[in-house]
C-alpha cells in the first residue's frame, strides 16, 4: 500500500523560509516522479514542483521559481520542498503526490494527506 506521509508545516511570517518533507512507503520510490501540490481556501489545488525519476530534472510553477526548491533523496526515499522569501499567498495545504509512469504534467496517482502552509503578512 503506498504511502506519503507530509511535514513541516507550519506558522511563518512573510519573508522567511520552510522546508517540507515527504516520506514514501510501500513504493519503489527511485520509479516514481515526485511532485508537490497545494490547495487555498477556496481554490482549487495547483501543481507547485515536481521532480522526475532519474535524471533528477525539475519542474516549477511560474509562482515559485526562484523561490522554492525541490529534492528527492532515493535512499531515504524522501522527497523535499525548500521554499524561501515565502509570501502570504503562498499560504495552502501542501501535498505530495507520486507517479510511477508518465512524465511531466501526466497525472500523478498517490496522494498524501497534506501539511499545513501558513505565512502571516
Known amino acids: 500500500q503506498v504511502q506519503l506521509v507530509e511535514s513541516g508545516g507550519r506558522l511563518v511570517q512573510a519573508g522567511g523560509s520552510l522546508r517540507l518533507s515527504c516520506a514514501a512507503s510501500?513504493?519503489?520510490?527511485?520509479?516514481?516522479?515526485m511532485a508537490w501540490f497545494r490547495q487555498a481556501p477556496g481554490k482549487e489545488r495547483d501543481f507547485v514542483a515536481g521532480?522526475?525519476?532519474?535524471?533528477?530534472?525539475?519542474y516549477y510553477a511560474d509562482s515559485v521559481k526562484g523561490r522554492f526548491i525541490v529534492s528527492r533523496d532515493n535512499a531515504k526515499n524522501t522527497v523535499a520542498l525548500q521554499m524561501n522569501s515565502l509570501k502570504p499567498e503562498d499560504t495552502a495545504v501542501y501535498y505530495c503526490?507520486?507517479?510511477?509512469?508518465?512524465?511531466?504534467?501526466?497525472?500523478?496517482?498517490?496522494w498524501g494527506q497534506g501539511t499545513q502552509v501558513t505565512v502571516s503578512s
Open positions: 521532480i522526475g525519476q532519474s535524471d533528477g530534472t525539475t
Open positions: 510501500g513504493v519503489t520510490f527511485s520509479s516514481h516522479r
Open positions: 503526490a507520486a507517479a510511477r509512469f508518465g512524465m511531466h504534467p501526466s497525472p500523478y496517482e498517490h
